[in-house]
Every structure is written in C-alpha cells, then in structure tokens.
Nanobody, 125 residues
C-alpha cells in the first residue's frame, strides 16, 4: 500500500504560480512512477504530467507543456508539480497518483494503482 497526500493548493490570481506537493508513505517511493491529474467540476479526470521512478523520463499533456513542470525527490518521498502562468481554466481538483510500473510515464488513469485525495486549485481572473 502507498498513501499519497497532496498539498499546496489554494486561491491564486491568473498569471500566478503554485507548487503542488505529493508526499508518499508506505511502500518504497522510488519503486513507483508518479503522475498528476486534475478534475474540474462536471468533467472527467484528465492527465497532466508523469515522471518515471528516477526522473529520467517525463511526459506532459499539451495543456501542461511549457507551463507545468513535474519533478520528484526520492530522498523526501515527494513529487512536485510547479504550475506557472495559471489561467482560470486551470481551476480544478488536482490529484497525484502512483504507478508500480516504475519506468512508465502513462497518461492513462487506469494504469495508476494509488491515488491521493486531491488538493483544490482555484485561479481567479
């Protein structure tokens, strides 16, 4: 089992930045690839970014490319999502997830084995 806890969300003005964190506990963090997803009200959960177990591979959705950066610190059992140039349409509940196929950078939510509870990001115009 892996427990994931997201933090760092809140209210931010358009054009601003937020850094989300996801702290993992339980099984060895470095065995997992990690991903970030978001879900806006009334919409499906969508992929944003993923990172392999050692950070050697990353992948981004088009909506995240150039604005968001995923990174991880295996010594601190934490994955991050740095979000810059935020827009009102980035308002959503943001989730981190763990995939035990550690070399993966999957875009498919079904590939991920563990999920956090989410942290809300609200971008005001």
């Amino acid at each position: 089992q892996v427990q994931l806890v997201e933090s760092g969300g809140g209210l931010v003005q358009a054009g601003g930045s937020v850094r989300l964190s996801c702290a993992a506990s339980g099984r060895t963090f470095r065995w997992f690839a990690m991903g970030w997803f978001r879900q806006a009200p009334g919409k499906e959960r969508v992929f944003l970014a993923a990172i392999s177990w050692n950070g050697g591979s990353t992948d981004y959705a088009d909506s995240a490319k150039g604005r968001f950066t995923i990174s991880r610190d295996n010594a601190k059992n934490t994955v991050f999502l740095q979000m810059n140039s935020l827009k009102p349409e980035d308002t959503a509940l943001y989730f981190c997830a763990a995939d035990d196929t550690r070399f993966s950078t999957s875009r498919q939510a079904s590939q991920y084995d563990y999920w956090g509870q989410g942290t809300q990001v609200t971008v005001s115009s």
